[in-house]
Each structure stands twice: as structure tokens, then as C-alpha cells.
């Protein structure tokens, strides 16, 4: 059986960790096109400054467009050209940062996250979407990226709602890198088939990939309110960056290299409903984690866990949650149709799929969830 493990080069987490920027820029080169959205390089100019002074590198500013499509990588790659510099910085939140790593083609790629909203800054893929916000189809790349430098003070000044849209992207993690060991399925660790030559086929996850996994989980659930009070608050505390690695390293790892299933599928189904496109990936992630847990038929135990956490930090447990108010079987059914097109996550469930089932999930998850909520709402009332 053939495994895979993968990861970034360096992974590095402490407040004010942006002034060490120029360092690892200075290590693969003398300069770096940084590219994120206007408002997230302006809240750290100061410290971008200080660190290109201090380190003697060039940084040149690409303001990013806001979505990550293939015209937005195309004019990015251009003004990389133009500058002739040697790094890639992502820096911002995961739109921004995928589209780094895309305009990079895995190369010479610094990602430098200014929140902890979702798992992907560790990874060696990323998402592109359509101008009008789809999903259009992930990347993949030779490598991970070379440094991953997560600064908490910056972390910690964003509004909270990024830091819980996280664990929600985390909370999927363990269970859907269970799911994938179940079935036995394959992982995103190993290299895909024609990925380039040499290449030896698909690969399975490690061990060590799901103790993170299930590790991610633990410290959610643990510390999860907590670290949400600080983001609150705008201070680091202990249980903040605990929640800011969960979040970022274990899931990030986890995910990659423990495998996907029916969460993140449904979550890409979703793109099709107008009322979820106004809430962060994290959040949406959040209650398709809870309607993989009816999909296969959880136990009771961990569907109250998973619906109790979600509901004391804020994250959807209905479509109402994510700004869909009626609930009709015919969009349900098309959200279901494109969560389950052949190369789609869902099929490492350890389970035959079929698109009626999965709509039907989906609608039987919405009545839970909101059943759920209004019977927590009336003891506190």
C-alpha cells in the first residue's frame, strides 16, 4: 500500500511574526510581489516597512481583485513579471492566499494568513471559482508552500468571526478523514494520476495524518469558546493560539493528508443556493459537517456535540443559518447533483452515494438542526 505525508517547508506561529517576513523572503530571493486585498496589506503596512528595512529585501504591493479566477491569476502573473521578483507572498484570507499560490505555481510561495479562517494555508492545492463566485476546480501543485507564518497579534485584531469560521472549516477534519480511512480512499497527499512524470499513482493517508485529524477536533472542542471570548476581546490568550494551530496546521495537514469526504462535497454543492454565498467557508462547512454526520448515521452522541459547540460559538446548524429560508427538494436536489459529479470528495465515504439520498440528508439535516435550535432557545427563555 502506498502512503503519502506532505507539508509545508516551515511553519511558524508567534505574535508580531510579520516582522520576520523579510527573513524567509530573504531565503529564496531578493524580492516578493505581496498580494493581498487592499484593506488586509493596509492593517500591516507598518509592519511589511519595518521588516523589507530590516532585512534589506524589495516588496512590491498587488491589491487583489477579490475573487480567485483564472483572470485574476493571469493579470497577478503579469505584474510578477514586470517586477521580476523572486517570492510570492500570500497574505490575507484564503481567496487571496489560493490565488498566491496559483500565480506561484508552488514556487518560491511565502503564506502569510492576517486571520485563522479555514485550513488551507498549509496545503498543496487551492480552489479557483467562476466571476460570479462557483467553484470552478482546485489547483494542485509540486510542493506545499515554503513558509507558512501565522502572526496572532494580527490574528487576534480580526473580528471573531473569522477565527469561529475556522473551526468550523475544522471541525470537518477528523470526521471526514474517518470516512476516507473507512472506505479505504484515496488522499490529496498523493499525487495525482498524469500530476508529472514520474509519478506513481494515487496514495492512502498515514497515521500520523489521522492523529492530527483527530487532534484538530479535540482542541476545538476543548478550546474553541474560549478562544472565541479573545478574539471577542482582541487579545491572545493560550487558548487563542491553540485554536489559530488547530485551525491552520492540524486541520490543514489533516485534511490533506488524511483525505476528504462528504462535508467539503456538499459544501461545493452549495454554491448554487444564493443564500450561503454570504457566509465565509468555515461557516457553510460547519453545517455540512453536521449533514455528513446524518449521512452516516452518526451516533447521537456526537451529532448533540457537533450541534451544542456549533450553536455556542455561532456556526450554522440549518440552511436558515446560512440565509435559506425556504427549503424547496427541487434546488436542494441540484445542490446535491454537483456535491456528487464522479471526481467530487464525497465518494470516499465508505458507502455507495447516490445524488436522492444526499438531498434528502441535506433537508433531514436542516429539520435536526432547526428542531435542535429551538428547543435550546426555549430553555434559555
Do not use: W
Not at 517547508?9 to 530573504?26: A, H, P, R, T, W
Not at 493528508?257 to 454570504?278: E, K, Q, R, W
Amino acid at each position: 500500500m502506498r502512503k503519502a505525508f506532505i507539508s509545508p517547508s516551515k511553519y511558524v506561529q508567534g505574535e508580531d511574526e510579520l516582522l520576520n517576513l523579510g527573513f524567509y523572503i530573504q531565503s529564496l530571493g531578493e524580492s516578493a510581489l505581496v498580494i493581498g486585498n487592499k484593506e488586509d496589506i493596509d492593517r500591516v503596512q507598518d509592519k511589511l516597512d519595518k521588516t523589507a528595512e530590516k532585512f534589506n529585501v524589495k516588496l512590491y504591493r498587488a491589491d487583489f481583485g477579490g475573487e480567485a479566477t483564472r483572470d485574476e491569476v493571469e493579470r497577478l502573473k503579469k505584474i510578477a513579471e514586470e517586477n521580476e521578483t523572486d517570492v510570492i507572498v500570500g497574505l490575507g484570507g484564503g481567496k487571496a492566499i489560493d490565488t498566491s499560490k496559483v500565480v506561484s505555481n508552488g514556487h518560491n510561495v511565502i503564506v502569510c494568513p492576517t486571520i485563522a479562517a479555514q485550513d488551507a494555508p498549509t496545503s498543496h492545492s487551492a480552489v479557483l471559482y467562476t466571476a460570479d463566485h462557483q467553484f470552478d476546480d482546485y489547483a494542485y501543485f509540486i510542493k506545499n508552500p515554503d513558509v507558512v507564518l501565522m502572526d496572532t497579534t494580527v490574528i487576534a485584531q480580526a473580528p471573531s468571526r473569522f477565527l469561529v469560521a475556522g473551526m468550523g472549516d475544522t471541525l470537518a477534519t477528523y470526521y471526514e478523514a474517518r470516512a476516507t480511512r473507512r472506505s479505504n480512499s484515496n488522499v490529496n497527499a498523493g499525487l495525482p494520476n498524469g500530476y508529472h512524470t514520474g509519478a506513481t499513482g494515487p496514495a492512502k493517508g498515514t497515521i500520523a495524518a489521522m492523529t492530527l485529524a483527530e487532534k484538530s477536533l479535540e482542541i476545538i472542542l476543548e478550546k474553541g469558546y474560549d478562544a472565541k471570548i479573545a478574539a471577542d476581546n482582541n487579545i491572545v490568550t493560550p487558548a487563542l493560539e491553540d485554536i489559530v494551530e488547530a485551525n491552520t496546521l492540524l486541520s490543514g495537514l489533516g485534511f490533506e493528508s488524511a483525505g476528504l469526504a462528504a462535508s467539503h462535497a456538499i459544501y461545493n454543492g452549495l454554491t448554487v443556493l444564493d443564500g450561503p454565498g454570504n457566509y465565509y467557508h468555515g461557516e457553510q462547512v460547519a453545517f455540512t459537517t453536521f449533514v455528513q454526520l446524518v449521512l452516516e448515521n452518526a451516533p447521537k452522541s456526537e451529532i448533540k456535540e457537533l450541534l451544542d459547540f456549533s450553536i455556542s460559538v455561532g456556526l450554522p446548524v440549518c440552511l436558515a443559518d446560512l440565509d435559506v429560508e425556504e427549503v424547496k427538494y427541487d434546488e436542494i436536489l441540484e445542490v446535491a447533483k454537483k456535491a456528487c459529479i464522479p471526481e467530487e470528495s464525497i465518494h470516499s465515504m465508505p458507502f455507495e452515494i447516490t445524488v436522492e439520498a444526499v438531498a434528502q440528508v441535506i433537508i433531514a439535516a436542516d429539520a435536526i438542526g432547526r428542531d435542535y435550535k429551538e428547543k435550546i432557545n426555549k430553555l434559555k427563555n
